[in-house]
């Protein structure tokens, strides 16, 4: 990999540091020469503080570690992105992210689908809404949905009607959601158990 140092006429680089698995951007910090070869060695990510004038792995003092995962290079070889499986918050204010962001898990629109579903289940209208409706039901109707949209998923995967599949599996997927709501859980509690399995 190769890194321009002598870019900027300070010998330092910006390092942009982003969770591996959430892909939240964490912080923003710099290295120099020493400190990236540090962080490969170390598999802790190391800075060059520009107030300590000095090496610091992040985590040295409050052991909320940032364990490397890869870092390369940007187009122009003067930026590092730096990926990694942080230990506790980032920011030394005790947030996730130095943008005091928390870093949970996001699966883009479908979490933005979740947090509808939990607003439909929880409006004061059933009437308006299919959602809560079929919450107000119960739980054994919305197993049986999950139920006959997985057999009509079963159907069409077996025909040649690739809009007509897709139809049925993202009706699928929508009436799982729901009865994942239904349970008391949701996609990051899939997620860990799928992370369980992949250790």
């Given at each position: 990999?190769k890194?321009?140092?002598?870019?900027?006429?300070?010998?330092?680089?910006?390092?942009?540091?982003q969770?591996?698995?959430?892909?939240?951007?964490l912080?923003?910090?710099?290295?120099?020469?020493?400190a990236?070869?540090?962080?490969q060695?170390t598999?802790?990510?190391?800075?060059?503080?520009r107030?300590?004038?000095?090496?610091w792995?992040?985590?040295?003092?409050?052991?909320?570690?940032?364990?490397?995962?890869?870092?390369?290079?940007?187009?122009?070889?003067?930026?590092?992105?730096?990926?990694v499986?942080?230990?506790?918050?980032?920011?030394h204010?005790?947030?996730?992210?130095?943008?005091?962001?928390?870093?949970?898990?996001?699966?883009?629109?479908?979490?933005?689908?979740e947090k509808?579903?939990?607003?439909?289940?929880?409006?004061?209208?059933?009437?308006k809404?299919?959602?809560?409706?079929?919450?107000e039901k119960?739980i054994n109707?919305?197993?049986?949905?999950v139920g006959?949209?997985?057999?009509?998923?079963?159907?069409?995967?077996?025909?040649?009607?690739?809009?007509?599949?897709?139809?049925?599996?993202?009706?699928?997927l929508?009436?799982?959601l729901?009865l994942?709501?239904a349970?008391?859980f949701?996609l990051?509690d899939?997620?860990?158990?799928?992370?369980?399995?992949?250790?």
């Open positions: 990999m890194v321009n140092f002598d870019k900027n006429n300070d010998g330092l680089v910006p390092a942009i540091v969770d591996a698995l959430t892909r939240k951007v912080m923003l910090g710099y290295m120099n020469q020493e990236l070869e540090t962080t060695e598999k802790k990510v190391t800075f060059y503080s107030t300590k004038k000095r090496l792995t992040k985590g040295e003092e409050s052991g909320n570690f940032l364990n490397l995962v890869s870092v390369q290079s940007d187009c122009d070889s003067d930026t590092l992105l730096v990926l499986h942080p230990v506790g918050p980032t920011c204010k005790g947030t996730d992210t130095c943008w005091g962001e928390g870093n949970d898990p996001h699966f883009g629109f479908l979490s933005e689908l509808v579903i939990e607003q439909r289940r929880t409006s004061a209208d059933s009437s809404s299919y959602v809560a409706s079929l919450f119960g109707k919305i197993a049986q949905k006959e949209e997985a057999v009509e998923t079963v159907i069409e995967a077996k025909d040649d009607n690739d809009d007509l599949f897709l139809y049925e599996s993202a009706d699928l929508f009436h799982y729901i994942l709501q349970k008391g949701s990051k899939i997620e860990a158990e799928l992370k369980k399995r992949h250790k």
